[in-house]
């Protein structure tokens, strides 16, 4: 009960003064309004962009397209509105260093390689982020797909060589399936032929044994016109023999032999008959001479017919040699077309690897987001402004409050009551906090029918809140009560709201900061709170998630610790009170 008389009393002395409760709802409006109008005109178009361009007939996105023969490097055509033209790099950079442009471009090279250099104001590191950003998107998208449109071209040519190499590979199988049907054709050819030799074998000995008798006969001028008819007949039937012998040969390789070969070996078979024929002619003329007492000519006629058996067998001799040639010939000729068809295939395998190489190289680069959220940047940055908020007005408000009480002349008659410290300061807690929960109530308003955040994510907002503007009140009243100086106090609970704010995401992210930069920045309430409200807010977590549960367990264990803090200090202001 005494907690709640002491906090009647503070409440009903702190609603004499409505500025409070005018603070309390128009400053919180009137900060989101104005954050939600810068947050709302931030657009990548409003980059202004320098230009100096050495090369008037390289299109970058400004000047007159139709001047221009190479290919487009960067597409600005929305942002043209705002590309300003400059002559030299100088008058560039001068206005880059006076904010009148972001960034400057200078195309430098005009009958060669065009170099692009980028020139950033690096003492302003976001507004440069954001720069280089849009370049490098440009930059990216351009040779992304320039390198993509030449990858499928090579492919292409690639898929066109292993195409031509498969066709060559198909024709030359077939030429070794020809060979192989050549070759097979000269063997059958080279049967016959043996044939037709060991026929004409069996004949041309006995013939060749009569050349001595015949030759006796010639030199003696006398013979038996008997056994010469009887040779004769003998001669002509071993004769007709051979020559149907070899007409059944010639008339055989004529459908075996390609026009090349049977030439040559009809030309053979042409001198074969023809000496047959002249063999036949000379019987004819022996045996039909009316001067078969001539012996001397008979025996001429004879002698000639072995001479011709001996050009014939000769004749047989080289043929069977060039075919054995040619069938080598074929048999070479199969093997390396079988070589060239392994490598044909080797090549055109590695090829299709070094296809596939390309294919399995190429890097598509994507990004996306992995949550689904609003795109409206004052619903993603109203945490934060919720955080900035409560932060300012907890440690400010509460510094105040104490301060006020400090100074008035009813503290001493207070601590002199034996009520207890801990009275004192729970009282003067909930009159704190009572101001936070209307502003949190404006904040709620706010979010609901202007930011459209959901009904329900409002009840999630409030236990984080809670804790974390506890925290803020205690580390507002703890510095009320050790300092007794108002200016002193008030710069201090400045001071330590804008150390909370630069310990925290603003400036850069807690990723890129060092290890001991990170465990202050994960103690820091403000990055606590600032955390637990985008995790519920952006991402939809509930309190028991762990994100959240562990912001809520931090935040409890800094609201204990600000307690015993705040007590103490009220013990020691207590004290040099007394004294």
């Not at 400057?104 to 950033?120: E, F, S, W």
């Not at 003329?285 to 078969?292: D, K, M, P, Q, V």
Request: include cysteine; proline fraction near 2%; charged fraction near 20%.
């Amino acid at each position: 009960m005494k907690i709640i008389s002491i906090f009647l009393k503070n409440l009903l002395t702190i609603s004499r003064n409505w500025s409070y409760f005018l603070v309390l709802f128009i400053c919180p409006l009137v900060l989101i309004l104005i954050s939600g109008a810068m947050l709302q005109s931030n657009n990548l178009a409003n980059i202004k962009i320098g230009v100096v361009n050495e090369d008037p007939g390289f299109y970058i996105g400004i000047g007159e397209r139709q001047y221009s023969d190479t290919p487009q490097t960067f597409d600005y055509e929305e942002y043209e509105r705002n590309i300003i033209n400059y002559a030299n790099l100088a008058d560039c950079i001068f206005d880059l260093t006076n904010s009148k442009n972001s960034l400057c471009i200078n195309v430098i090279g005009k009958d060669g390689p065009h170099q692009i250099t980028v020139y950033l104001d690096n003492t302003r590191r976001l507004m440069s982020f954001y720069a280089r950003q849009f370049v490098l998107q440009k930059v990216l998208d351009t040779q992304t797909g320039a390198i993509e449109q030449t990858s499928d071209t090579f492919n292409q040519k690639l898929i066109v060589f292993s195409t031509s190499l498969e066709n060559a590979k198909t024709e030359l199988i077939d030429v070794q399936k020809e060979l192989d049907e050549q070759e097979k054709v000269l063997l059958e050819y080279k049967v016959k032929l043996n044939e037709v030799q060991r026929n004409f074998d069996y004949v041309y000995p006995k013939l060749k044994d009569l050349e001595p008798t015949i030759k006796q006969m010639k030199s003696s001028g006398s013979g038996d016109i008997n056994t010469l008819r009887s040779n004769i007949a003998e001669i002509r039937k071993q004769k007709n023999q051979v020559q149907n012998e070899v007409n059944n040969l010639q008339s055989f390789l004529s459908f075996r032999l390609s026009g090349t070969d049977y030439n040559l070996a009809n030309t053979y078979f042409n001198n074969i008959n023809y000496y047959l024929s002249s063999i036949d002619s000379s019987l004819y003329n022996i045996e039909n001479s009316a001067y078969l007492t001539k012996t001397t000519e008979i025996v001429n006629n004879v002698d000639m017919a072995i001479t011709y058996l001996d050009n014939i067998k000769q004749t047989l001799d080289d043929l069977e040699r060039d075919l054995d040639k040619s069938i080598e010939r074929i048999r070479i000729t199969r093997e390396k077309v079988n070589l060239f068809i392994i490598q044909l295939d080797k090549s055109n395998n590695e090829l299709k690897q070094f296809s596939e190489q390309i294919g399995s190289s190429k890097v598509s680069v994507a990004f996306k987001d992995v949550f689904t959220i609003s795109s409206n940047p004052v619903f993603l940055a109203f945490p934060l402004l919720i955080t900035i908020i409560i932060s300012f007005t907890s440690i400010v408000l509460s510094n105040m409050f104490i301060l006020k009480q400090i100074s008035q002349a009813s503290y001493f008659r207070d601590i002199m009551t034996p009520t207890k410290d801990i009275y004192f300061l729970l009282s003067d807690y909930l009159v704190n906090l009572f101001f936070i929960i209307i502003e949190v109530f404006v904040l709620a308003l706010i979010g609901i029918y202007w930011v459209g955040i959901p009904f329900s994510l409002i009840f999630k907002f409030l236990l984080p809140i809670f804790l974390a503007a506890s925290v803020f009140i205690f580390i507002g009243m703890s510095l009320g009560y050790l300092l007794k100086s108002q200016n002193m106090s008030m710069l201090i609970s400045i001071f330590l709201v804008m150390l909370m704010f630069l310990f925290s995401d603003v400036l850069a992210p807690s990723e890129l900061s060092g290890e001991v930069i990170q465990f202050f920045m994960s103690i820091n309430p403000f990055v606590i709170l600032n955390n637990a409200l985008s995790d519920i807010l952006l991402l939809n977590h509930g309190l028991m998630a762990y994100d959240v549960s562990e912001s809520l367990g931090k935040l409890f264990v800094l609201l204990i610790s600000m307690f015993l803090i705040a007590y103490l200090a009220k013990k020691i202001s207590k004290e040099n009170a007394l004294r």
